[in-house]
Nanobody, 119 residues
Framework: QVQLVESGGGLVQPGGSLRLSCAAS????????MGWYRQAPGKERELVAD???????NYADSVKGRFIISRDGARNTVDLQMNSLKPEDTAVYYC?????????????WGQGTQVTVSP
């Protein structure tokens, strides 16, 4: 079993910065992909960024150049540094992990952390 716990959400003004952190525990490997998703009211959940190694990252076009995802494999933490925040970034942000074990895929999600960008 894998448990993901997000933290760092809150209320910030447009143009501000916020850093989210996801702490993973359980049977997870450094090679297992992890990422951040978000879901705004009335919209479907979308990928924000994901990472497998320090050299393999992917970002949604809407956050490219503003957000940075990083991973500490030894501590099983994934951070999302969010800069130049916009009201459109307001959403619940979820951490996830994808595990392949014995040919079976399992997807784990955190409970989410609210990010609100407002004047």
């Amino acid at each position: 079993q894998v448990q993901l716990v997000e933290s760092g959400g809150g209320l910030v003004q447009p143009g501000g910065s916020l850093r989210l952190s996801c702490a993973a525990s359980g049977s997870i490997f450094r090679s297992d992909p992890m990422g951040w998703y978000r879901q705004a009211p009335g919209k479907e959940r979308e990928l924000v960024a994901d990472i497998t190694t320090s050299a393999t990252t992917n970002y949604a076009d809407s956050v490219k150049g503003r957000f940075i995802i990083s991973r500490d494999g030894a501590r099983n933490t994934v951070d999302l540094q969010m800069n130049s925040l916009k009201p459109e970034d307001t959403a619940v942000y979820y951490c996830n992990a994808i595990l392949w074990r014995g040919g079976a895929r399992r997807i784990y999600w955190g409970q989410g952390t609210q990010v609100t960008v407002s004047p």
